[in-house]
C-alpha cells in the first residue's frame, strides 16, 4: 500500500530564509503526489501536484517539488520563506488511474521567525 | 465553476448524543466524494469514499456511518457520539476522468465537532 512520511513534524525558518519540507513516499507504481497547506481551522488548499509530467512542479504562493524517483522523494521547497507562509503543510499520495484513496503525512507545522 | 459546502463549520454536543454532517457539490458530477478526519496535533485520516450514489467504502471500524443519498450529497452520521469522536472533519471531492491536468482533491472548509 501507498504511503508518505513527512521527516519532521516542526520546522523553523527565518523570514527570506530557504524552506525545505521533505515528504518521501513508498509505492509499488507509480505515484501521484501533492503538497496542501492547511492554516488554522481551516481546509485544506492545493499548493501543487505531480501527476507524472514535468519532475519539478511550481505551484502557488512561490512554492515548487522536485519528483526523484530514485530516492522516493518529493521535497516542498521555497526560495525565501515570508511570514504568511507559516501553517501546516501535508504531503500526500494517491495511486492509479481512477485513484479513489489520498493518503496523507503527518504533516509538518512551519514557523516563520522575523 | 466547482464549489464544496461543507456545514457547520463548528459543533459542539454531548457524549451519547447523534450526529449529522452534510457535505454538498456543485458544478461538478459524478465525483468521488470523501470524509476525512484530523485529531488534534494529528494528520488526516480517511474515514469513508464514495465513487456514486449509495456506494460507500469504509477505511477504519469506529461509531460513524457515511451515506450518499445523491450525486452531490455525502452526510457523515453516528447514533451515539463518542468523546473520541471529537477532532476536525474535513469532506472532500475528486474527478478523474477529466484527464491528469484537472486531477485534484479538493476540500471544504471543515467542521470543528467538540464531544463533552
Known amino acids: 500500500a501507498q504511503s508518505v512520511t513527512q521527516l519532521g513534524s516542526h520546522v523553523s525558518v527565518s523570514e527570506g530564509a530557504l524552506v525545505l519540507l521533505r515528504c518521501n513516499y513508498s509505492s509499488s507504481v507509480p505515484p501521484y503526489l501533492f503538497w496542501y497547506v492547511q492554516y488554522p481551522n481551516q481546509g485544506l488548499q492545493l499548493l501543487l501536484k505531480?501527476?507524472?509530467?514535468?519532475?519539478l512542479v511550481k505551484g502557488i504562493n512561490g512554492f515548487e517539488a522536485e519528483f526523484k524517483k530514485s530516492e522516493t522523494s518529493f521535497h516542498l521547497t521555497k526560495p525565501s520563506a515570508h511570514m504568511s507562509d507559516a501553517a501546516e503543510y501535508f504531503c500526500a499520495v494517491s495511486v492509479g488511474q481512477g485513484a479513489q484513496k489520498l493518503v496523507f503525512g503527518q504533516g509538518t507545522r512551519l514557523t516563520i521567525n522575523p | 465553476s466547482q464549489t464544496i459546502h461543507q456545514w457547520p463549520a463548528t459543533l459542539v454536543q454531548p457524549v451519547g448524543s447523534p450526529l449529522s454532517l452534510e457535505c454538498t457539490v456543485e458544478g461538478t458530477s459524478n465525483p468521488n466524494l470523501y470524509w476525512y478526519r484530523q485529531a488534534a496535533g494529528r494528520g488526516l485520516q480517511l474515514l469513508f469514499y464514495?465513487?456514486?450514489?449509495?456506494?460507500i467504502s469504509s477505511e477504519v471500524p469506529q461509531n460513524l456511518s457515511a451515506s450518499r443519498p445523491q450525486d452531490r450529497q455525502f452526510i457523515l452520521s453516528s447514533k451515539k457520539l463518542l468523546l473520541s469522536d471529537s477532532g476536525f472533519y474535513l469532506c472532500?471531492?475528486?474527478?478523474?476522468?477529466?484527464?491528469?491536468?484537472?486531477?485534484?482533491?479538493?476540500f471544504g472548509s471543515g467542521t470543528r465537532l467538540t464531544v463533552v
Open positions: 464514495s465513487v456514486g450514489i449509495g456506494q
Open positions: 505531480y501527476t507524472s509530467a514535468a519532475t
Open positions: 472532500a471531492w475528486s474527478v478523474w476522468d477529466r484527464g491528469l491536468s484537472n486531477y485534484g482533491y479538493t
